[in-house]
C-alpha cells in the first residue's frame, strides 16, 4: 500500500489513514502487507514497476484523501503490477464521523478481491470506533508522525500528543496502544536510563489499550516486550504469538518474535523471524540493522555485517549501525576497526554509556588501556547512581584485567536482570576471560532457561 494523497496541509490526515489501513490489511490471510515505514517511505505516485522493486510486492493499492469541515471523500484502487491491470477501486463520500468504518470497507474490498479474509471476527473490529473526538484524533495522527521519526526528541514529543489524544478522550483504545508502543521502543533502543519506567509506562499502557479493545495487536507486542525485559520468557512467548496469529504480516510481531527467540538461544528460528520482519518493512533502517543480529550470534557475521552497511549506506549517521559494526568487527577481532565503529556511534549517541562501555571494551582490546580506564570510572560513577549499565560495565573490567570487579557488578546485573546480560558470553558479548570461572558460571545458571547467555556456534 502506497501512502494515500491529499490536499493542502492535511499529511497528517492521509498519513494515518494509510496506517490505519495498512494495520487491518495485516490481518488478511495469505497476503503480505508492507508495513507502514516502509510504505511511507515510498511516493504515492511511483510508478508501479519501480514499487515492486523497491517493495517486492506483486500488488499496488494507491488512494487519496480529502477533508472538508465534517466532509470525507476517499478514493483506493488496488492494480496488478506485472499485467498492469485494475484488480478493484472504490470512491466514497461521507460524514467524517464514518471514517473507521470506511476504512475497513477499503480492507474488507481489498482483501475480497485479492481472494482472502480478514483474520478474527469482523464484528469486533467494528464493534467500536477509535474516538469520535475529531482533536484527539488529530493529536493522535501527530504522535504517530512523531514517534515514525526515531529519534529521542521525536518520542517526548510523540508520548506528549499521545497523552493529549487520551485526556480528550479516555477510551481511545488506538491512543494508549500508541502510548505503549513509544515506552516499548525504549526497552529495544540501547538505552541505560528509564528503563524501568518505560517498561511500567508501557505495560500499564498497553494493557488500558486491550481493555478498551481486545482485538488490538500492537498492544499485545508492547506487552511482549515488556516480559522479555522481565525474563518472563513463557508470557513473552505467549504475546507475540497471540498478535502473530491475529496479524500474519505484522512486521512488528516478527520483530518482537525474533527478539523473543534470540532471547532463548533459538538462533536460526530467530534469523527466520527476522527475515520475515525484514521482508515486510524492507526499507526500514531499524529492520534491517536488527535483521543483522542473530546472524551475528550464529557466528555468521558477513551476512550480518553487510546488512549494517547498507543501512550506513543510506544514512551516515545511524547510531545503532556503527554500533552493530563495531560489534561484528570485536568478533572478527578487529578492534582497531572495532575502535572506529564504536567511537563513531558514541559521538553520534552524545556519549550514550551503554555505547561508550562496548568502546572501552575495543579500547582495551586494542591496547589502549588509559581510555578504557577512563571510561570504566565513569560508568562506574553512573552504574551506582541507578543506571542499567551494570553488565557493560563488568565486560569492560573484565576486559581490563580485573575478573573480581567484573563479576561482582555482573551478579549486580543479574539481581537487577539487565537485559544484556541475556547476551553475555555469546559473540555480542564475548567473555572468553571468565568463561570457566565459578562465579560466571553461577550468574549463568541463575538465568532464565533455555538462554542465549553462554551459547557460542
Not at 464484528?123 to 526515531?150: C, F, N, V
Not at 550514550?352 to 568502546?359: D, E, H, I, N
Amino acid at each position: 500500500m502506497l501512502p494515500f494523497a491529499t490536499k493542502g496541509s492535511d499529511g497528517h490526515f492521509a498519513e494515518g489513514i494509510t496506517r490505519e489501513l495498512i494495520g487491518i490489511l495485516s490481518r488478511t490471510e495469505g497476503i503480505d502487507v508492507i508495513a507502514p515505514e516502509s510504505a511511507l517511505a515510498c511516493s504515492g505516485d511511483m510508478p508501479a514497476p519501480e514499487v515492486a522493486d523497491r517493495l517486492g510486492v506483486d500488488v499496488v493499492l494507491r488512494g487519496s484523501a480529502e477533508r472538508s469541515g465534517a466532509d470525507l471523500r476517499i478514493t483506493a484502487d488496488l492494480s496488478e503490477v506485472a499485467s498492469d491491470s485494475a484488480l478493484w477501486s472504490t470512491d466514497l463520500t461521507a460524514s467524517i464521523a464514518d471514517l473507521f468504518s470506511i476504512q475497513l470497507d477499503i480492507a474488507r474490498g481489498v482483501a475480497r478481491a485479492l481472494g482472502s479474509t480478514l483474520v478474527g471476527d469482523e464484528e469486533e473490529l467494528i464493534h467500536r470506533e477509535p474516538t469520535s473526538d475529531l482533536g484527539a484524533y488529530d493529536a493522535y495522527l501527530k504522535g504517530r508522525h512523531d514517534m515514525a521519526l526515531q529519534s529521542e526528541t521525536g518520542r517526548r514529543s510523540a508520548i506528549s500528543h499521545f497523552e493529549t489524544a487520551i485526556e480528550r478522550d479516555s477510551l481511545f483504545a488506538s491512543a494508549w496502544s500508541a502510548l505503549a508502543e513509544c515506552y516499548s521502543v525504549v526497552l529495544t533502543d540501547h538505552s541505560s536510563s528509564g528503563t524501568l519506567e518505560a517498561a511500567s509506562g508501557a505495560r500499564s499502557a498497553a494493557t488500558r489499550a486491550l481493555e478498551l479493545d481486545s482485538q488490538m495487536v500492537a498492544p499485545l507486542v508492547s506487552l511482549g516486550y515488556v516480559e522479555l525485559d522481565a525474563w518472563n520468557w513463557p508470557r513473552a512467548e505467549a504475546h507475540f504469538r497471540r498478535a502473530l496469529a491475529a496479524a500474519p504480516s505484522h512486521a512488528g510481531a516478527h520483530r518482537g518474535y525474533s527478539r523473543y527467540l534470540l532471547h532463548t538461544g533459538d538462533f536460526a528460528g530467530a534469523i527466520a523471524s527476522a527475515e520475515r520482519a525484514f521482508a515486510l518493512d524492507p526499507l526500514s533502517d531499524a529492520v534491517m540493522n536488527e535483521s543483522g543480529v542473530p546472524y551475528a550470534y550464529a557466528g555468521r557475521v558477513h551476512e550480518a555485517r553487510e546488512r549494517a552497511r547498507h543501512v550506513v549506506g543510506r544514512d551516515p549517521e545511524n547510531i545503532t549501525a556503527y554500533f552493530n559494526l563495531g560489534c561484528y568487527a570485536t568478533v572478527a577481532e578487529k578492534h582497531g576497526e572495532a575502535v572506529t565503529y564504536f567511537r563513531a556511534a558514541a559521538e553520534l549517541s552524545a556519549r550514550m554509556p551503554f555505547v561508550t562501555g562496548y568502546l572501552g571494551m575495543a579500547l582495551a582490546g586494542f591496547g589502549d588501556s588509559d581510555e578504557a580506564e577512563d571510561i570504566a570510572h565513569d560508568l562506574g560513577r553512573k552504574a551506582r547512581r541507578g543506571s542499567r549499565i551494570a553488565t557493560c560495565l563488568a565486560a569492560l573490567l573484565i576486559r581490563l584485567g580485573r575478573p573480581d570487579e567484573g563479576l561482582t557488578w555482573l551478579e549486580t546485573a543479574l539481581e537487577s536482570r539487565e537485559p544484556l546480560l541475556i547476551s553475555a558470553d555469546t559473540h555480542w558479548l564475548p567473555l572468553p576471560e571468565v568463561r570457566d570461572h565459578p562465579r560466571f558460571k553461577a550468574v549463568l545458571a541463575r538465568l532464565p532457561q533455555p538462554c542465549a547467555a553462554g551459547r557460542r556456534p
